[in-house]
C-alpha cells in the first residue's frame, strides 16, 4: 500500500548532471519530510539532504552543497534531487525516505518510510 519508488539513476562521467526522483503512492508526500540518503559500497548508508513537510525548509551535508538540490512538486507526489558537477565519490546507491512529521533527521533509524534505491555511477 504504502510505497516509494526512485529513478533516474544511471551512468553519468564526472562533471555530469543527473535528476532523481521519488514517487509515493499510498500517501501524500506533503505531510512528510523527505530525505534522500546514499550507500557506497563497504560503507555505512548516509543522510545527503532533506526537505521539510511544512515550509519546505532544505538540509545539506556539506560535501554536496552548491551541487545538490531538492524540491517538492505536490501536484505529482514526487520529490526531486537535482545533482550537478558530479564527482567519482558520488557513487553509490541512493534512496528516498519520508518521516511522518515536519523535521529532517537524516538518520537510517529516523525515517518511516523507505524506497528501494537507484544506482548512480560517476566513472569516465
Known amino acids: 500500500q504504502v510505497q516509494l519508488v526512485e529513478s533516474g539513476g544511471g551512468l553519468v562521467q564526472p562533471g555530469g548532471s543527473l535528476r532523481l526522483s521519488c514517487a509515493a503512492s499510498?500517501?501524500?508526500?506533503?505531510?512528510?519530510?523527505i530525505g534522500w540518503f546514499r550507500q557506497a559500497p563497504g560503507k555505512e548508508r548516509e543522510g545527503v539532504l532533506c526537505?521539510?513537510?511544512?515550509?519546505?525548509?532544505?538540509y545539506y551535508v556539506d560535501s554536496v552543497k552548491g551541487r545538490f538540490t531538492i524540491s517538492r512538486d505536490n501536484a505529482k507526489n514526487t520529490v526531486d534531487l537535482q545533482m550537478n558537477s558530479l564527482k567519482p565519490e558520488d557513487t553509490a546507491v541512493y534512496y528516498c525516505?519520508?518521516?511522518?512529521?515536519?523535521?529532517?533527521?537524516?538518520?537510517?533509524?529516523?525515517?518511516?518510510?523507505w524506497g528501494k534505491g537507484t544506482l548512480v555511477t560517476v566513472s569516465s
Open positions: 499510498g500517501f501524500t508526500l506533503d505531510d512528510y519530510a
Open positions: 525516505a519520508a518521516s511522518y512529521g515536519t523535521s529532517c533527521p537524516l538518520r537510517v533509524s529516523g525515517m518511516d518510510y
Open positions: 526537505i521539510s513537510s511544512s515550509n519546505g525548509r532544505t
